[in-house]
């Protein structure tokens, strides 16, 4: 069992179609990330959020946007999508502060565009 | 965040000790040696971490050299449910706001009846 819950767990898209990943965490944890990862490739880190504000965006393509509502919630809206964006999207919270705070980790949302 | 290099595959023998080398041997002193593995269709699980010293919990024991250019993660006892993607990763001990964390290639453990 996870403490970071994402939902969906399974996403079906079209191109066209506008759709959100959610992921929640009760932890108390103030740092949250979203990750991708493609079939037999590690995770790559997509975004950071601190205190809930965006520290880091890995370059991620506008069609990708991201928001942190809360200190419990992290959400990725999805709009035109590409086929190559199907992956496994996974999200993680962890305390800010530095390399002594682990991070963990949901079991992510796949994600096929059709 | 220093670089790290795993073997891409191993195997082990149910019930023996699985030892999962890594190198780093451009770590810095500031920082920390991480290990996660992800099994099947599951996110990354956070296994263990240490800056200096050798470290154990109810999953593991990490050893890292007295130079830090390189550690090995042990699992004592290895089961069927070991069988995952082992990644050793390198992450600063401070850097304010950011807790960014980078996933190399990983070591692809296979436990064996």
């Known amino acids: 069992d996870t403490e970071v819950t994402q939902t969906p767990k399974h996403l079906v898209m079209g191109m066209t179609n506008k759709k959100s990943l959610k992921c929640e965490q009760h932890?108390?944890?103030?740092?949250m990330y979203w990750y991708k990862q493609k079939a037999k490739k590690p995770p790559e880190l997509m975004f950071v959020?601190?205190?809930?504000?965006?520290?880091i965006n890995e370059s991620v393509p506008s069609r990708f946007s991201p928001e942190c509502p809360n200190s419990s919630l992290l959400n990725l809206h999805l709009h035109a999508l590409q086929p190559e964006d199907s992956a496994l999207y996974l999200c993680?919270?962890?305390?800010?502060?530095?390399?002594?705070?682990?991070?963990?980790f949901g079991d992510g949302t796949r994600l096929s565009i059709l | 965040d220093a670089k790290t290099t795993q073997p891409p595959s191993m195997d082990c023998a149910e019930g023996r000790a699985a030892n999962l080398p890594c190198n780093h041997s451009?770590?810095?002193?500031?920082?920390?040696v991480y290990w996660y593995r992800q099994i099947h269709s599951q996110g990354p699980q956070y296994i263990i971490h240490?800056?200096?010293n050798n470290e154990t919990n109810e999953m593991a024991s990490l050893i890292i050299t007295e130079d830090r250019k390189s550690s090995t993660l042990i699992l004592p006892h290895a089961t069927l449910r070991d069988t995952a993607v082992y990644y050793c990763?390198?992450?600063?001990?401070?850097?304010?706001?950011?807790?960014?964390?980078?996933f190399g290639a990983g070591t692809r453990l296979t436990v064996k009846p």
């Open positions: 993680a919270s962890s305390q800010v502060g530095g390399g002594n705070q682990p991070q963990h």
């Open positions: 932890m108390g944890h103030r740092a």
């Open positions: 959020y601190s205190y809930e504000k965006l520290s």
């Open positions: 451009t770590i810095s002193g500031n920082e920390y």
């Open positions: 240490g800056l200096k």
């Open positions: 990763i390198v992450r600063v001990a401070y850097r304010r706001n950011n807790n960014d964390m980078r």
